[in-house]
């Protein structure tokens, strides 16, 4: 089979592998599609950071079981399924308490176990979701990136009637949009510089949209609030301007929820957020055992669209050129690109 192998900083090569069969606990799928991640992206401009060389690359994808492994009876042949990236030993306080991303022996898929940016890939039982008739396996690839948003407005105890800053609308932000509004905030406020994001932030909910480059945010959030500031920001941007902003329009006590992984080191006034009692808290990844399948329920019952987040589907063999390279070059133009194996 051909799969895109990461071999370093700007070094992703489509090679020939030989087709995986199942270990114990493992299920083999036929990849019906595989998304290019931002930190994906991240290990590609900046890397290695968690990647490994060697490793075949992808944790965000779905797929139809064809070979399952020793002792796995959750799953059988024809079994339309998604998967994530990480899963944990089962066994430690972490895992017991849901929070499988935290296990100190976590298995990264695409990062130190090999991925699904493959005609094949063969992954851990403990990763895979069965999903329902009425999601597409397009769609079911996505699952895993809005994991990460549903996780953080989770983080942040947003209630009903409670207003939200986002900074970015990436494919994480515009599922934030989604999250928050099933969660009843009134107003949702999204800061992007990119054109096209701001026009699907719109679509997908978001009550105000701001171009940054254009508008003060700190302005704006004042104005709309009356003076008072939103009671829940998002950094979904991973840039110093953004964490800013969203650290300034928050209300005294408000939250701020850091969602984005950052390529460098931020920088956080900390004796205003002190003098203001901000509360500073961090999402990483989900708790998938539980967070999947509601996800997937809201999928089923139309409480989601994902549409607006994915830009463009490309053949394995384009992907340095038309997905890497081309997030790189043009960011700001796509949210979500998805590969087909197949093609």
């Not at 036929?30 to 968690?50: F, K, N, Q």
């Not at 306080?93 to 695409?110: D, H, P, R, W, Y």
């Not at 300034?248 to 006590?253: C, D, I, Q, T």
């Not at 539980?290 to 139309?302: D, W, Y």
Request: aromatic share 6%; hydrophobic share 45%; glycine share 10%.
């Amino acid at each position: 089979m051909r799969a895109a192998v990461y071999h370093g900083r700007e070094d992703v090569r489509i090679e020939e592998l030989p087709d995986p069969s199942p270990r114990a606990g493992e299920v083999v799928i036929e990849v019906a599609r595989a998304g290019i991640c931002g930190t994906d992206l991240h290990e590609y401009i900046a890397g290695p950071m968690h990647a490994a060389p060697g490793v075949v690359m992808g944790h965000e994808y779905s797929g139809t079981v064809v070979g399952v492994g020793p002792d796995v009876h959750e799953f059988t042949e024809g079994d339309r399924v998604c998967g994530v990236g990480v899963f944990g030993c089962g066994e430690c306080g972490s895992c017991k308490q849901g929070a499988e991303a935290l296990c100190g022996t976590v298995g990264f898929i695409g990062f130190a176990l090999n991925g699904a940016l493959a005609r094949y890939a063969s992954v851990s039982a403990k990763a895979l979701f069965r999903i329902p008739d009425d999601i597409s396996l397009v769609e079911a690839a996505v699952v895993e990136p809005i994991a990460s948003a549903y996780h953080a407005v989770r983080r942040s105890r947003l209630a009903a009637g409670e207003t939200v800053f986002i900074a970015g609308a990436g494919a994480i932000g515009l599922a934030l949009v989604q999250f928050c509004l099933a969660q009843g905030a009134t107003q949702i406020i999204v800061s992007e510089v990119s054109a096209s994001r701001r026009v699907a932030a719109h679509r997908v909910g978001a009550t105000r949209v701001i171009d940054p480059l254009v508008e003060d945010p700190v302005e704006v959030v004042q104005t709309l609030t009356h003076g008072n500031g939103v009671d829940v920001s998002f950094d979904a941007a991973g840039v110093q301007p953004a964490l800013d902003a969203a650290l300034s329009v928050l209300r005294p006590r408000g939250r701020l929820m850091v969602v984005a992984i950052w390529e460098a080191a931020a920088g956080i006034d900390i004796n205003r957020s002190i003098m203001r009692e901000a509360n500073i808290g961090f999402s990483f990844c989900y708790e998938a055992q539980s967070q999947v399948p509601a996800i997937l329920t809201l999928l089923s019952v139309g409480a989601l669209s994902l549409s607006e987040l994915i830009t463009d589907e490309i053949p394995l063999d384009a992907v340095v050129s038309q997905g890497f390279e081309e997030l790189r070059i043009n960011r700001d133009a796509h949210i979500k690109i998805l590969i087909d194996p197949s093609a």
